[in-house]
């Protein structure tokens, strides 16, 4: 998993790639939690994500709700199985997706 992080003003771009499981969630949360502090805008790009644990859905849990607070969160370039496991445990109904 890797993180790929920039900040405009009030707005980060943040680019997961790889897997988001078990091993890899706390680092995805102690990279991106912090990086959220005066953020009004966050776009996650998923386009080289290729799988997300329940692990990682908590980690995205706890984005969203920082985010739904402070500002705006859209997802985009989410592939075909990501797509289906934000379906399939209700994410998508929440998410921003583009």
Not at 37 to 43: A, Q
Not at 45 to 55: G, R, T
Request: proline share 2%; net charge negative.
């Amino acid at each position: 998993m890797n993180v790929t992080m920039k900040r405009e003003d009030n707005v980060l771009y943040a680019a997961v790639s790889g897997e988001v499981d078990v091993i890899t969630a706390p680092e995805l949360k102690d990279q991106l939690i912090p990086a959220l502090e005066g953020v009004e805008k966050l776009e996650l790009d998923f386009a080289e994500l290729v799988y997300i644990s329940s692990a990682g859905l908590r980690v995205l849990l706890t984005v969203m709700q920082i985010m739904f607070e402070q500002g705006e969160m859209t997802v985009r370039n989410v592939s075909d199985d990501i797509r289906s496991v934000l379906d399939m445990t209700g994410f998508s109904d929440d998410l921003n997706i583009e």
